[in-house]
């Protein structure tokens, strides 16, 4: 069973950055597809970005330009750099992963990301 924790959530000004990090356990991070999706107070949880097994990338147009999703098969980790962060992009940020994208089998507890006026 894959385990995913992520971390690196906080509170941060807008216009400011932060780094979420998701350490997979479990099984074969290099066989998985990655994502990152983000559920705001009152909405439905929707996705942000996703890496394939070979790196490809993907992005909602809401992120693109300022989001970079990247992953460290060696540590078993992926991450989510976020730029130019606005109030809009508070929620709860959450990892998951599966074996082909949209099968996502596994996901993480989620981290909060505030992001202030």
């Known amino acids: 069973q894959v385990q995913l924790v992520e971390s690196g959530g906080g509170l941060v000004q807008a216009g400011g950055s932060l780094t979420l990090s998701c350490t997979a356990s479990g099984g074969i991070f290099s066989n998985l597809h990655m994502g990152w999706f983000r559920q705001a107070p009152g909405k439905e949880r929707e996705s942000v970005a996703s890496?394939?097994?070979?790196?490809?990338?993907y992005y909602v147009d809401f992120v693109k330009g300022r989001f970079t999703i990247s992953r460290d098969n060696a540590k078993n980790t992926v991450y989510l750099q976020m730029n130019s962060l606005k109030p809009v992009d508070t929620a709860v940020y959450y990892c998951?992963?599966?074996?082909?994208?949209?099968?996502?089998?596994?996901w993480g507890q989620g981290t909060q990301v505030t992001v202030s006026p």
């Open positions: 890496i394939s097994r070979g790196g490809s990338t």
């Open positions: 998951a992963a599966g074996p082909v994208p949209g099968a996502y089998r596994h």
